[in-house]
C-alpha cells in the first residue's frame, strides 16, 4: 500500500485527498501538512471520512512513500529537501519553484535514492512533446490566455504597474521565455515550465500571457515544431476554487500516483 502525504492543503490538496479517499486502490492518505495546521484540520474533518494525521513536514514525510507538493511556490525548496533528503518520492505541483534549482534538487535525489516527478497539471501533450525531443525539436511555443482575476496580483504586473482588472479588452500582459514566464507570474504558468522541461528548455520555450476579460476559462494553446512535424494542443480549463488554477490540476496528480501503483503504464 503506497502512503501519501499532502505538503499543502488548500484547493489542490484538499481535491486530491478527496480523490484519492473516493477511490485509489493500492493507495492510502498517510499525513496531510500546511503552514496552516488549525485551518487543515479543519478542512480535512470536513472533507474527509477518514483524517489523516495533521502534521509537522518532517513527521508527514516520515510517514509517506510519496510526498505531493501542493503549496505556495515560497514552500518548495523546503518541502524538497525534506523530501529528497530521506529517499522519498516528491510529485510536485509548483514546478516554476524547481527551475533555478532544479540541479541540486536532481543531486540530492540521486545522492539519497529520492524521485521527482513532476505533474502535467492543467496542460496535455507532454508525452508526446517528450517523444519529439528524441528528434529534433525546432521550436516551442504557448499562449496562454486567462480572465482577470487568475493573474491579478501576479509581481510581474505589479512591478509592471499593470492593472488586468481594468481591462475591457484582451491585452497581451507578457512575451517572453518560459524561465521570465516562471518568475513573473509563479502561481499562473506552472504549465509553461512543464511544457519546457518536456521539450527544448525554460530559455528556449516561448510564452506569452493574454489577460481576457471575455473568457471565463484558463486557456492554454501549445505549438511545437520538429522533425517529427508538427503539433498543437488546446484546453480549456474550468478554474478551481483557486482562479489561478484549473479543475485539471488536481486530477492530473492523482493520474500520476495511479500510474506509480499500476503495473501498466499508457503512454511515454
Do not use: C
Not at 68 to 92: D, H, N, Q, S
Not at 98 to 121: C, M, N, P, V
Amino acid at each position: 500500500m503506497m502512503q501519501i502525504g499532502l505538503a499543502g492543503f488548500g484547493a489542490i490538496g484538499r481535491r486530491v485527498a478527496v480523490l484519492v479517499e473516493q477511490g485509489l486502490p493500492g493507495a492510502a492518505l498517510a499525513a496531510i501538512t500546511s503552514r496552516d495546521l488549525d485551518s487543515a484540520r479543519a478542512s480535512a474533518r470536513e472533507l474527509l471520512r477518514n483524517v489523516p494525521p495533521v502534521t509537522s513536514l518532517d513527521e508527514a514525510v516520515a510517514r509517506a512513500d510519496v510526498i505531493v507538493e501542493a503549496a505556495p511556490a515560497a514552500a518548495f525548496p523546503a518541502i524538497a529537501a525534506a523530501v529528497l533528503g530521506r529517499g522519498k518520492t516528491l510529485l510536485a505541483v509548483s514546478v516554476g519553484a524547481l527551475l533555478d534549482r532544479q540541479e541540486e534538487y536532481t543531486a540530492a535525489a540521486a545522492r539519497h535514492g529520492g524521485r521527482i516527478h513532476i505533474a502535467s497539471g492543467a496542460i496535455g501533450g507532454l508525452d508526446a512533446i517528450a517523444a519529439a525531443r528524441e528528434g529534433r525539436i525546432e521550436s516551442v511555443t504557448m499562449v496562454t490566455r486567462k480572465p482577470p482575476r487568475g493573474l491579478a496580483g501576479a509581481p510581474y504586473l505589479e512591478q509592471h504597474r499593470i492593472d488586468v482588472m481594468a481591462l475591457e479588452q484582451p491585452a497581451v500582459v507578457f512575451d517572453g521565455t518560459a524561465r521570465e514566464a516562471t518568475r513573473g507570474f509563479p502561481a499562473n504558468v506552472n504549465v509553461a515550465v512543464a511544457v519546457s522541461l518536456a521539450g527544448i528548455g525554460p530559455d528556449r520555450t516561448r510564452v506569452r500571457i493574454i489577460a481576457d476579460p471575455t473568457v471565463t476559462r484558463n486557456t492554454h494553446d501549445v505549438e511545437v515544431t520538429g522533425d517529427f512535424g508538427r503539433l498543437t494542443v488546446h484546453i480549456e480549463n474550468t478554474p478551481s476554487a483557486n482562479p489561478r488554477t484549473g479543475v485539471l490540476t488536481a486530477q492530473s496528480v492523482v493520474a500520476t500516483l495511479r500510474k506509480l501503483i499500476s503495473p501498466v503504464r499508457i503512454g511515454t
